[in-house]
């Protein structure tokens, strides 16, 4: 059929690398895959026998439109009793993954034409999101020398009158790095000053090594312009439940649920259930899968240390790697698909983070470490990284 009826918006437009990957991935039958961060780990047995159980007792329908009010309590409850911080009832909205939420968010707050500052490397679908929303990305860019964290006058430099949002993610994907209190307390000054939303992509909250995990909304003063995304994907392996929440000013989040219902209505019942019930076994199925991944990725960072022509800066949080092979000579594509072909290990390039990307990979540990020993064994047998 001709593409003269698919929307200007989207006509040729090309697939993501991540879904990309996934096509890629069947070619040999021997693939080491570091490409998407889908933890390999099935969710825990506790809670799919639950949510199971919820749904022959009858949890099989649509739900309270922000989502099951036990499930709002229970968010509710892990910020009060994990984090300090006493949200407002109203401003909880239970969404079909964080990706929905950040559309949602979007598709909120945006009016035609606002712009919308994104840091770089940044999670790929952060740019289209926000044309989705008739928005316009502004993209900074962040640096290995310093971290990953934002230089403040680039970010103050990047606002317009017409900028509306930043969103931040930490611990970040693709880079692993976290923003330190003190730039987000900066940030946060930013934010008042210019009357700016910020959207906290937090769904990596597990995974924060160096320090603990410390959500943006409980900056002094920003409960009014916070709207927090979170989802039990990562800290949880539910990827495939599709199921999140947002936090939010009552305001807000209710226009977001209105959003929704012209929608998906309420994200998937037993989803819900088996949120719940995650949440309440919360410390007692993180612990582990965040000490599984540290282990990973800093066995990954190790052998990365002993490759000549790579190089990676300490991982502080996430499953992911963030690699530098510059010192190749080759762009990341070229690398990617060397590492494809003459290795049969499928990483993502850099330049799918955003332009700054390039020189670098991004690999995710979502498989075991003998795995990942044998991906790096191969790699180092490959002529482009041999000594």
Known sequence: MSDRFVSSRYRGQASTPMS????RATRYADVINFSLGDPELTTDGRVIDAAMADAHRGHTHYTDTFGYPDLREEILRVYADD???THDPAGVLVTTSACHGMWLALETILDDGDEVIIL???FTPYPHQIRLARGVPVVVDTREEDGYQVRL???EAAITPRTRAIILNTPSNPTGACLRRSTSEQIARLADKHDLVVIADEIYTAFSYAEPFEPFVT???????TITLNSLSKDFVMTGWRIGYALGPAEVIRAMKDVNENNVFTAPSISQ????HALRLRHDIVPPISALYRER???AYQRVCELPAMSALEPGGSIYLWVNITQTGL???EVADRLFEEAHVLTLPGPAFGDCGEGYLRLAMTVGRDRIDEAFDRIAAMPLFGD
């Open 20 to 23: 990309s990957s996934v096509d």
């Open 83 to 85: 984090h300090g911080h």
């Open 120 to 122: 770089a490397p940044y």
């Open 153 to 155: 006058d680039a970010l």
């Open 219 to 225: 900056i002094p003063g920003m409960v009014e312009r």
């Open 273 to 276: 259930r088996a949120a719940l």
């Open 297 to 299: 990725i800093m066995r």
């Open 331 to 333: 762009s990341s594509t």
